[in-house]
């Protein structure tokens, strides 16, 4: 049995088409774009950037914005992340796995910002998530 147990070697991976660094890639870039939209509502809460009156000044303190920056560059990399995927995988397959942005975000936010969730979220992530292997199975 030793000599046979491969750690990475998953049947199902393999059935669907997916080998551990794409699946890797996948949830990577998925998790990064979901701290992105998570770190951009931490930037814009309680500011008051849209309430300047002038567009141009909105534009500029959301451009110089530290949090704001950050927060794209994570995106930024999300994306060039998910282009590797896109290189690997089918994008019939590998598209579904961003519904785990819901739970990602559902997940952090309560960790991280103290944001609710109850039952009926609960429920919403279960679903996505079962949502998620069986199209991934297909």
Do not use: H
Not at 14 to 32: D, E, K, Q
Not at 72 to 83: H, N
Not at 91 to 100: D, E, I, M, Q, R
């Amino acid at each position: 049995l030793a000599g046979r147990f491969r750690p990475f070697d998953c049947e199902f991976l393999n059935n669907m088409g997916l080998n551990p660094l794409t699946l890797g890639a996948i949830v990577l870039s998925v998790l990064m774009n979901a701290v992105a939209q998570l770190a951009l509502s931490a930037a814009l809460k309680g500011t008051t950037l849209f309430d300047t009156g002038s567009p141009m000044k909105s534009g500029l303190a959301l451009a110089l914005n530290p949090g704001i920056i950050l927060a794209l560059f994570i995106y930024g990399l999300s994306v060039l992340l998910w282009m590797y995927v896109l290189s690997k995988a089918d994008v019939s397959l590998a598209y579904p796995f961003l519904g785990l942005g819901f739970v990602f975000v559902a997940v952090i936010s309560y960790l991280f910002m103290s944001e609710p969730l109850g039952a009926q979220k609960m429920i919403g992530i279960l679903t996505v998530a079962i949502g998620i292997v069986i199209l991934a199975r297909s």
